[in-house]
């Protein structure tokens, strides 16, 4: 680690900017802050060019000499401005073992925060002293619960590529975030308890009521089969996802997030019988958290899917799914389209969160299978989703039975003849 300070800070003092691996970071515990590493705005790794790290710098020490000139003179603390604790913040959650995405959406929701703290709240101000009060940087001491609604509002009024307005569940999600940057700064002693405007806030949304509907074991097994029989060509002689008839069958009998099953590789299949798992188990990457991983029994219909992909692609590492020219597998919802709109659904209507939820619930509906056993193939810490989503099979599907399965012929006297003649 290499140590340049070429340019001068407000106080003379050279800026101490570190190299570790190429990448620079400024050395604030002449702030009180700890290393910070020199990210341009919406990049994820800091830079590696010594020009721009130095103008980074300047700007970091610019913005923490003003957010200790504004909390001293209105006798706060100066260690709880915004940008210092959301990164303590974050980094908290990478030592609670968060997995990188989830750190990575905490930090976007949080710099749509300190841009409306910092900027935006102050140019919509309606007074002098009002844009005094809301200039940036901010310390947390000045946030309250109507800035708090106020930064709801503006969340809601913000539209999507679709036109769409934020929903209720996105707002709480970034306001999840903001609370946990004052629990960090209470936590470090910056803030008193019970100073968080988060948790005062009596009007912020709700939980959803999941809108995900439950398939029933007629349909999977029709999705299925169109996967299975569907033709590979496509407009301008381009070939569509092949591997969509096992990649389908995946998500069906795994119940595996969309990100764990295009991170499964084949080293994760395993085909030996135990005494656990008479048919074979799979490991399922868990993309949350580390605690995430686990494992899902191979039941017996799939494992004849998996091992018949595996002849035909003649993989032996690397990735389980792959497209035609083997790269990984990107956006397939227009395939899926092509699937479901051969059994008789619209475009949009099935995707793979439907996989998950039926997965789910007609495990629950198998001989001596509990609501702890689903638990823990789904990868859920508590049994309070497995309650409130999952259950709806117990009383809107069949039994499974003694096998979990998705056989055409299991299932065929619960289903349409016409659609199953549209198959064939």
Known sequence: MRKVGTKRGRRGAALPIYWRDGIAYLDGRRWGKGRHPLRVQGEVRGTKDPAVAERLARELVDGWEGAKATAERLGLRPEADFATAGDSYLMGLQERKRSDGHVQYMHRCLLRALHFFDV???????????????????????????????????????????????????VRLHLAALSGVFAQAISDGYLELGSNPVTALLDRPSAPRSPTELLKPEECALLLESARTIVHSGPGGRAPLECVYPLLAFYLYTGARDGEVRRAEVSDLHFAPSPAYPNGWIRIRGTKTERGERVTPMHPHHAEILRAHLRTTGCIEGLLFTTADGGPVGDWRKTLDTVARRVGYTDGEIRTRRFRTSY?????????????????????????????????AQRNSERMGAEFTYRLDRWAHLMNQSTLEQLV
């Open 120 to 170: 935006v709240q102050a140019e919509h101000a309606a007074t002098a002293a009002e844009r005094k009060r809301t200039r940036g940087p901010r310390n947390l001491g000045t946030i309250s619960v109507p800035d708090v609604r106020a930064f709801m509002r503006w969340l809601r009024s913000h539209t999507g590529r679709r036109g769409e307005g934020m929903s209720d569940g996105t």
């Open 360 to 392: 789910a619930s007609h495990r629950y509906t198998c001989d001596n299978v509990d609501a702890n056993t689903v638990r823990l193939e789904m990868g859920h810490s508590d049994l309070q989703m497995m309650s409130r989503v999952y259950a709806n």
